[in-house]
């Protein structure tokens, strides 16, 4: 089993800059593409910025030149560096992780999700 544990979230003004981070662990031999999501009160949850497990990179449009995602691969990390923020920024953001894991008779290949942290851009 494999959990993944964001941190990072919290109220900052318009403007402002937060830093996500997400840490995985568990049953992990690799990890592919990490990446961040989010989604607002009573919106879907999409797509914010990816990134695979060589480095490359692709963001919202809506983020693009804002955010920026990176990664820490010995230590299962994705990082999310949010510069000028605005209101519309505001929700729930999720990390998740395309894990490939050691192998034993029950372990598979999935995605999975961290639990969610809360942003919330004040006007």
């Known amino acids: 089993q494999v959990q993944l544990v964001e941190s990072g979230g919290g109220l900052v003004q318009a403007g402002g800059s937060l830093r996500l981070s997400c840490v995985a662990s568990g049953n992990i031999f690799t990890i592919s593409d990490m990446g961040w999501y989010r989604q607002a009160p009573e919106q879907q949850r999409e797509l914010v910025a990816v990134?695979?497990?060589?480095?490359?990179?692709n963001y919202a449009d809506s983020v693009k030149g804002r955010f920026t995602i990176s990664r820490d691969s010995a230590k299962n990390t994705v990082y999310l560096q949010m510069n000028s923020l605005k209101p519309e920024d505001t929700a729930v953001y999720y990390c998740?992780?395309?894990?490939?894991?050691?192998?034993?008779?029950?372990?598979?290949?999935?995605?999975?999700w961290g639990q969610g942290t809360q942003v919330t851009v004040s006007s």
């Open positions: 990134i695979s497990s060589g480095g490359s990179t």
């Open positions: 998740n992780a395309d894990v490939i894991p050691w192998p034993t008779p029950s372990a598979r290949r999935r995605v999975y």
